[in-house]
């Protein structure tokens, strides 16, 4: 292994993987900064909870793992994009909302299907061809918008501008998706042309696989348990 | 003989009302309209109004101003009185009312079951033990009750201030700088003094969704069918409290005459084949009550642990006996004895609106009576994250396991992985 493979090995695990970590960023000081702030707040929450929300930089990181062109990764990002943007408008308008860890352990699901996917689960475990792609992003993207709707809604947001605010809550979503993106982008294109990159993604598909098992037992958890 | 009996448990448990003020949300913008409700009942149910002249007093605590509710800020709307209020400016408030003493007379059989279902405990052991289970009493009797509500975000300090009630809980934790898991500390005052030695409960009543508020449950604490000539909280009509019951819970009622109570766990069942009424406050509003014959029973489901089941069969089943041994409360939750401080605290388990109570009940050689009971509830709500305002969700709070081990763990796993792979290639 080469000292640059190394570099990029540890940056790109800071980049990729910790976001688990950070949960999902909603801080009690949030509301307190929506509660002072205009439509801007929303915007800056909003990208913040994307930015720290590692459950869906992680479906998105695996996403472009398996993409080859930047043309696709815009493509798919669109797609999911649009899909997230119509449950996550839709069903805070309307105020639909569902048990949030349930959200969150179908969102872990969708973290542990890319990840089996990109390894090849499909044809070497259950003997099919994977399904096509494009249409499982958008669907996960309507799932992950429900995700960032219950999210939303756990928020005190008022009858005024409502619209407006989910609109600005959604336009933080995608500032803060494509911040998170950039780094992502970059260190997965960067190590495709390294020896170790077949290593590196096996490495990070299994870790999906892993963090979307252990994301959906926590949030199963939650569920059962929590409070 | 027993017919007889049951008309007196039952008036016994239908009639002491414990007095709560509660708010749909404890949360308040500052500068807007709100409302407290003063229910005299059950935590969950209202069942009379309190006028005006019964207070002694209706004040508002807030930045350091104690302002008197005027008598036309109150309006009635069923069986609970309402306090119309503009929020003031932002900070932790405190209201309070503190009522004037009535009396009441019962036999001995009807205050020693009042004394066990009210959680009484200390007044019925000594009744046992000094051979005074057969006195009859005359009770004077008065409630004084506090809320704390937080108004936009900055706390303030007034929840610390006594209203100088003849007993009051007063907290030595804002209960908004607190979160579900935490645990509150609460000193106890009785003419101003620490109240040591004294069995007070606390429980709580969760919301179904943190974020939604059932305003018909809210306007008159209570959702039941207005058609049925009952109704049934599914925390009782006894003054008894059940802990982690939902606001909206599985309580149904499939017609009138057939509902059921069902936890598992405790068992009583009440023979409804007399009517109940309540007169312990002499109020005309109070016309709950129950009609029911032999062949109506009905059963109510609960989630709660601790709580009751109504059958209403037939007399037999009535378990409520003079004799019975094992002490039949209807106070549950967390069994609290303050300290020689008049301190007491109580784990915040869950998120939900939360209420201390206590019946602090002596002997008096007060002409006329023979016991003095002085009423006491505090309530706040405790949500489960930081910034009381807020319904947020931290997994690192939620699971309690701090980021920097996942981020380690993480690291460490995407590392050995890669070097398995890179090593096997």
């Known amino acids: 292994m080469t000292n640059s493979a190394k570099k990029i090995l540890i940056s790109s695990s800071f980049i990729l993987f ?31 909870h994307m930015v720290t929300g590692y459950d869906h930089l992680l479906f998105l990181a695996g996403v472009i793992f398996y993409l080859k062109s930047f043309k696709d990764i815009v493509r798919f990002i669109t797609v999911f994009t649009i899909g997230h943007s119509i449950t996550l408008i839709g069903a805070t308008y309307l105020g639909i909302q569902a048990n949030e860890h349930l959200v969150d352990a179908v969102i872990a699901l969708s973290v542990l299907y890319k990840g089996f996917e990109n390894l090849g689960g499909f044809e070497k475990y259950l003997k099919v061809k994977s399904p096509n792609l494009l249409p499982m ?91 | 003989m027993k017919k007889i009996l049951f008309a007196l448990i039952a008036f016994v448990l239908f009639s002491s009302h414990v007095m709560y003020l509660k708010l749909d949300s404890y949360f308040l913008e500052p500068d807007t309209k709100a409302t407290i409700q003063l229910f005299n009942g059950t935590f969950d149910k209202s069942e009379n109004v309190i006028t005006r002249d019964r207070m002694l007093d209706a004040s508002l605590l807030g930045n350091g101003q104690r302002i008197k509710v005027a008598d036309s800020q109150w309006t009635e709307k069923d069986s609970v009185t309402l306090l119309n209020f503009q929020a003031g400016a932002a900070g932790t408030w405190v209201a309070g009312i503190s009522t004037a003493p009535r009396s009441i007379e019962m036999d001995a059989e009807a205050f020693n079951t009042y004394l066990e279902h009210e959680g009484i405990l200390d007044m019925l052991t000594f009744r046992k033990e000094n051979d005074e289970l057969e006195d009859a009493a005359v009770e004077k009797y008065s409630k004084h009750v506090k809320t704390i509500f937080q108004v936009g975000n900055k706390r303030t300090n007034d929840w610390e201030t006594a209203l100088g009630y003849p007993i009051e809980f007063v907290p030595l934790d804002n209960p908004y700088d607190l979160n579900t898991g935490d645990s509150i500390r609460v000193k106890l005052l009785f003419n101003g003094e620490p109240l040591a030695n004294q069995l007070v409960y606390a429980d709580y009543k969760a919301p179904e969704d943190a974020h939604t508020h059932d305003d018909a449950e809210a306007e008159d604490g209570h959702s039941h069918d207005e058609e049925t000539e009952h109704s049934h909280e599914p925390k009782s009509e006894s003054g008894h409290i059940n802990q982690g019951e939902k606001v909206k819970n599985e309580h149904s009622h499939t017609d009138e005459a057939s509902h059921s109570h069902d936890d598992g766990t405790t ?51 009535h378990s409520h006996d003079s004799g019975e041994t094992a002490p039949h409360q209807h106070t549950s939750g967390q069994q609290l004895r303050s300290n020689a401080d008049g301190i007491v605290t109580a784990k915040l388990t869950a998120d939900g609106i939360w209420y201390l109570q206590t019946i602090h009940l002596v002997k008096t050689e007060e002409e006329g009576f023979t016991h003095e009971s002085n009423w006491t509830t505090l309530t706040f709500e405790v949500v489960h994250a930081h910034g009381a305002d807020t319904h947020t969700h ?20 995407v590392g050995l992985l890669f070097f398995w792979f890179n090593r096997k290639k």
């Open chain 1, 137 to 227: 992003v958008f669907i996960f993207g309507l799932i992950h918008g429900f995700g960032l709707s219950t999210r939303l809604q756990s928020f005190e947001v008022g009858s005024s501008q409502f619209l407006a605010k989910i609109v600005s809550f959604n336009i933080g979503v995608e500032l803060g998706q494509i911040l998170a993106l950039i780094p992502i982008v970059f260190v997965i294109t960067k190590w495709q042309t390294k020896n170790s990159y077949n290593a590196f993604y096996k490495a990070a598909n299994f870790y999906l696989v892993i963090a979307g098992i252990g994301l959906f037992i926590y949030q199963m958890y939650g569920y059962f348990y929590g409070h």
């Open chain 2, 267 to 317: 068992e009583h069942s009440h023979d409804d084949n007399v009517e109940h009424s309540h007169s312990h406050d002499n109020e005309p509003e109070s016309t709950h009550s129950h009609k029911e014959t032999d062949e109506e029973g009905h059963t109510h489901d609960d989630t709660n642990e601790e709580g009751h089941s109504h059958v209403g069969t037939t007399e037999k089943e």
């Open chain 1, 18 to 48: 910790p976001f688990a970590l950070l949960a999902h960023g909603v801080s009690s000081g949030d509301q307190e900064i929506l509660n002072n702030g205009g439509l801007l707040s929303y915007i800056y929450v909003g990208a913040k």
């Open chain 2, 394 to 413: 931290e997994n690192e709070e939620e699971g309690g396991i701090p980021s920097y081990v996942y981020w380690i763990g993480s690291l460490l796993l």
